[in-house]
């Protein structure tokens, strides 16, 4: 359970409050500036909010034991240095967590990189740096997944595969919390929807959509009161 607790930060976030529960693929859903970047970074622990909580099974991200056992994360791309090859980076973070190097083949085949995995990351594609990014998330085999705008740069089997693994990864009992602007185009069960740093709706996906056409149609009409 990741759990977003009345969380304030001056000028940015007015008391967000939501959770993302196990089983579920909970996504983020707001414009640009909405918030959901400094709401996920305060889960994480990269950032402290003025109030409020922000909490992974019930723990500050700060005093989890283990944390790449408990959440797997992408932020920002891959974050890999350009002249290193896409296995030598995800050897270099499974060391630093004490993490086999066969699960650095494991989690490259999971997300489609065995080929490209000798090629320095400066050569890859944005989509083939997302799925890097998504790939080092995987190394500590974690029961959640935060996910800031995972498929953009992906092309349509990108998407495809994205979606259904995530919808898989749900299956198995395990988190999914993923924050977009394109949530029309990935499989999702919960939404919550945030503008200029406070939470318009949250609900099930059939509850925000209502008596809308789409998704996207729902989330216009609340972005607008």
Do not use: C
Request: no cysteine; net charge positive.
């Amino acid at each position: 359970m990741l759990t977003i607790d009345h969380v304030t930060k001056r000028h940015v976030l007015d008391d967000v409050s939501f959770e993302a529960r196990p089983g579920r693929v909970t996504g983020f859903l707001g414009p640009n500036g909405a918030g959901k970047s400094s709401t996920l970074r305060i889960l994480l622990g990269l950032d402290h909010p003025t109030s409020g909580r922000a909490l992974v099974d019930g723990v500050p991200y700060a005093q989890l034991k283990n944390p790449v056992r408990k959440i797997g994360a992408m932020l920002d791309g891959s974050g890999a240095h350009r002249s290193r090859t896409g296995r030598a980076h995800l050897r270099w973070i499974a060391a630093a967590a004490g993490i086999s190097r066969s699960r650095v083949d494991e989690v490259l085949d999971m997300v489609g990189l065995t080929e490209a995995a000798g090629k320095r990351v400066g050569r890859y594609s944005l989509g083939m740096s997302r799925r890097l990014g998504i790939a080092a998330a995987l190394l500590g085999d974690p029961k959640a997944l935060v996910l800031d705008e995972p498929i953009n740069g992906l092309d349509p089997e990108g998407i495809r595969w994205i979606r259904t693994f995530l919808k898989d990864f749900a299956a198995a009992g395990k988190t999914v919390l993923l924050s977009s602007h394109l949530m029309e185009v990935m499989a999702v069960d919960d939404v919550v929807v945030i503008n200029r740093g406070r939470v318009m709706a949250h609900g099930t996906l059939a509850e925000i959509t209502g008596t809308h056409h789409t998704l996207e149609d729902a989330f216009f009409a609340l972005i607008k009161r």
